[in-house]
């Protein structure tokens, strides 16, 4: 890359843990920097295992501050030092408090924000405070962004209907996926005492938070234990695991269920199961289900607001969104009908590297 093409890029995350918006920000910092490009990843707080994904020579900027607005005055001063041509957002809270440093200071960064979250659905009604402020803030502070990057169909509706933005601002762009990597990793040798019974094994792969409702699907299961052996794995930590754990007592499903906390490779284990289950109440587009795919393992969704649709088409099914009866139903219809050991599909080429990072490249142009 000549000197004249080469940009100086930052990305800002909130923390270095296993999350959907830090893991697809370190793949584009890492891919960007592999394109010839000078690449800072600026962390709120560095905590976390993702850190050892990054590739040497980007570097990274610790504000090691307990909350994102503790950041501003560190943000302003980063700006000015470093002077990024164009500066990568995601998460709502960061994204403002970006677009607002920017308004500051002069030459302002372009502001680049991927908005992965119909943010309607983001707060429960005890928080409806907290929603319509956060609302209100995106509305206005979202125009002052050099460019917004719509992680699918649904997040875009939403911020041309909800948040009334210009569409022409707008840019649809599916998280790339690096499905050769995945498939590498997914041939691992894993040894876990379900897979050793004669018995099906279903899995989830979720942030353990009432978004992704994992109760529902423990719910359903204690049902669907009644007729057939079925045990579940659930990849993932979060603010609702003691309540999941007592549920879990509760339902009598202690020898049934298993929280294997974050893991480095999932995938061997989404290879290996018989049915993946995404069971939330609203999405953006679910890496995991694209992850998934190319595992080629079966799939059931909740038909939740966002992207999970848009992800599986034909290559799985989609449930009512927090219907346990329907759920239960169609884990039972799954094991009932026997179908073959692997989902065999292409469908994750569409969310390829080659196909979506290009048009996170023309954004810099």
Same mark, same amino acid.
């Given at each position: ?10 990305? +800002? ?12 920000? +370190? ?20 905590? *976390? ?19 994102? /607005? ?5 943000? /302003? ?53 907290k929603k319509i402020f956060f609302k209100f803030l995106s509305k206005h502070l979202y125009k002052k962004a050099y460019k917004i ?20 601002? +707008?840019v649809k762009i599916n998280n790339p996926v690096d499905h050769i990597n995945i498939k590498n990793k997914s041939k691992e040798i ?93 999405? *953006? ?20 607001? *966002? *992207?999970?649709?848009? /992800? ?40 390829? /590297? ?9 954004? +810099?142009?």
């Amino acid at each position: 890359m000549s000197l004249n093409n080469r940009k100086k890029l930052s990305f +800002i995350i909130h923390s270095f843990e296993f999350g959907g918006a830090e893991k697809n920000m +370190i793949m584009l910092a890492n891919l960007f920097y592999q394109k010839g490009h000078e690449v800072d990843i600026l962390v709120v707080n560095s905590k *976390g295992q993702l850190k050892a994904s990054l590739l040497n020579g980007i570097k990274i900027i610790e504000f090691n501050k307990t909350r994102t /607005i503790f950041c501003f005055i560190d943000l /302003i001063k980063y700006f000015k030092l470093n002077n990024p041509n164009f500066h990568f957002t995601s998460i709502a809270h960061l994204n403002i408090l970006s677009i607002l440093c920017s308004l500051i200071i002069r030459p302002k960064p372009n502001i680049i924000v991927r908005e992965a979250n119909i943010f309607l659905y983001t707060f429960e009604i005890k928080n409806i405070l907290k929603k319509i402020f956060f609302k209100f803030l995106s509305k206005h502070l979202y125009k002052k962004a050099y460019k917004i990057v719509a992680i699918s169909d649904s997040v875009k509706n939403y911020l041309t209907s909800e948040l009334k933005l210009n569409n022409n601002k +707008i840019v649809k762009i599916n998280n790339p996926v690096d499905h050769i990597n995945i498939k590498n990793k997914s041939k691992e040798i894993i040894e876990h005492k379900f897979f050793k019974r004669n018995e099906k094994v279903i899995l989830s792969v979720a942030s353990l938070t009432k978004q992704k409702n994992i109760q529902l699907l423990l719910k359903a299961l204690s049902k669907v234990v009644k007729k057939i052996n079925v045990n579940l794995l659930i990849i993932g930590t979060g603010e609702e695991y003691k309540s999941l754990k007592k549920l879990t007592q509760q339902l009598n499903l202690d020898d049934h269920v298993d929280f294997l906390g974050n893991l480095n490779n999932p995938y061997p284990y989404m290879k290996k199961c018989d049915l993946f289950i995404l069971s939330s109440i609203y999405e *953006g587009l679910p890496n995991v289900l694209i992850e998934a795919l190319v595992c080629e393992t079966h799939i059931i969704a909740t038909d939740c607001p *966002g *992207g999970s649709s848009e /992800i599986i088409k034909n290559y799985g099914k989609l449930v009512k969104s927090n219907d346990q009866d329907e759920l239960t139903k169609e884990i039972l219809s799954f094991f009932d009908k026997k179908l073959e050991k692997r989902n065999i599909n292409k469908r994750y080429l569409d969310f390829s /590297i080659n196909n979506q990072f290009a048009k996170y490249e023309n954004l +810099i142009i």
